[in-house]
């Protein structure tokens, strides 16, 4: 606590002057700390502090937003699909038919590469995008629960042979594949698409 001092307060009746003035003093000293710890007082009625909520608020959300995410997955507004639960079921309602996907591979390489020259850079662009197209068109057919998987080559004619094979493990019942190779005055190229079923 802190105290006035008076200049020339000393004993006598100055000295009780100045011992007045000494508890008035005092007295203020002590008005000061009521009023401190009441409005400390006031505080402990008014709740936590605005920090303090904004903590709490924070920490909420976080907590919020990590059980939402593990509960129901990843957000699809992220552009992420949500995976659907399994069905159990073993067979697909529509089957890969190798005889309808050969048609679109076919109609695919014949009408972009008719009179399609060799070129190192321009093929290894050709490849990527003939695999996007058939995929695309292969996709449209509807075949549900399937997976496809869509490989292009592209070589230059220039009396070689050129031998392509593949090998798979999966169910010969419901997996398939389709294949066909286009070949002009200057390149040959071979496309394959397989199909595999996803129980």
Known sequence: MKTLTVPGGGGGGEGGKGSGRR?????????????????????????PSLIGLLASKRLAKKFASRFHSRRFGRLSGQ???????????????????????EVVIR???????????????ICANMT??????????????????YKLVCHVVI???KDQAVMTCSRCAWDDKLDNYASYTFQNAHIF?????FGIYTE
């Open 23 to 47: 508890k008035s003093s005092v007295g203020l000293a002590g008005q000061r700390k009521a009023s401190t710890s009441s409005g400390g007082a006031q505080g402990g009625q008014a709740g």
């Open 79 to 101: 552009g992420i699909p949500i995976q659907k639960e399994p069905s159990y079921r073993m067979q697909p309602h529509n089957k890969f038919q190798a005889e309808k996907v």
């Open 107 to 121: 109609t695919q390489l014949e009408d972009k590469l008719g009179k399609f020259r060799y070129s190192p850079k």
């Open 128 to 145: 990527k995008i003939l695999a996007d197209d058939i995929k695309a068109k292969v996709k449209a057919l509807n075949f549900d629960r």
């Open 155 to 157: 070589g230059q004619k």
């Open 189 to 193: 190229c071979t496309a394959s698409v």
